[in-house]
């Protein structure tokens, strides 16, 4: 869990650094988006049942890593910025986490010849 606390930190980092730092509008518009999609990708992610969404904030972590150099306007702050972010964001996303329970079975539950919520349901002997 404590993996996902630390990415919401650096969504809602993303979002207040615009302001912070000074950046340019364009730079600025980029963080102002990028943030709160991060830090709600890592809120989600904390419970159990949503743990795969972290991925998501891999994609965007990765991202990161390579907006500053394609974005125009970036100056040397706002790129060691973002480089930081990208990396503890994607390295932190890709920590699993302990699962304490099952959710279901997913999708390999309906090609099962005997689902687990199947064997659940059956009244005991």
Known sequence: MWPRLVNLCIGLWLTVSPAVLQM???LAA???ILGPVIASVALIAISESMRNLRYVNTLLGIWLLIAPWVLPG???LVI???MMAGL???GLSLIKGTMNDRFGGGWRSLLADSPAHVEAA???P
């Open 24 to 26: 340019p509008e364009r």
């Open 30 to 32: 980029h963080q102002y």
């Open 74 to 76: 970036a100056d040397a």
């Open 80 to 82: 060691i910025t973002e």
């Open 88 to 90: 503890l964001l994607t």
């Open 122 to 124: 059956k009244p005991a």
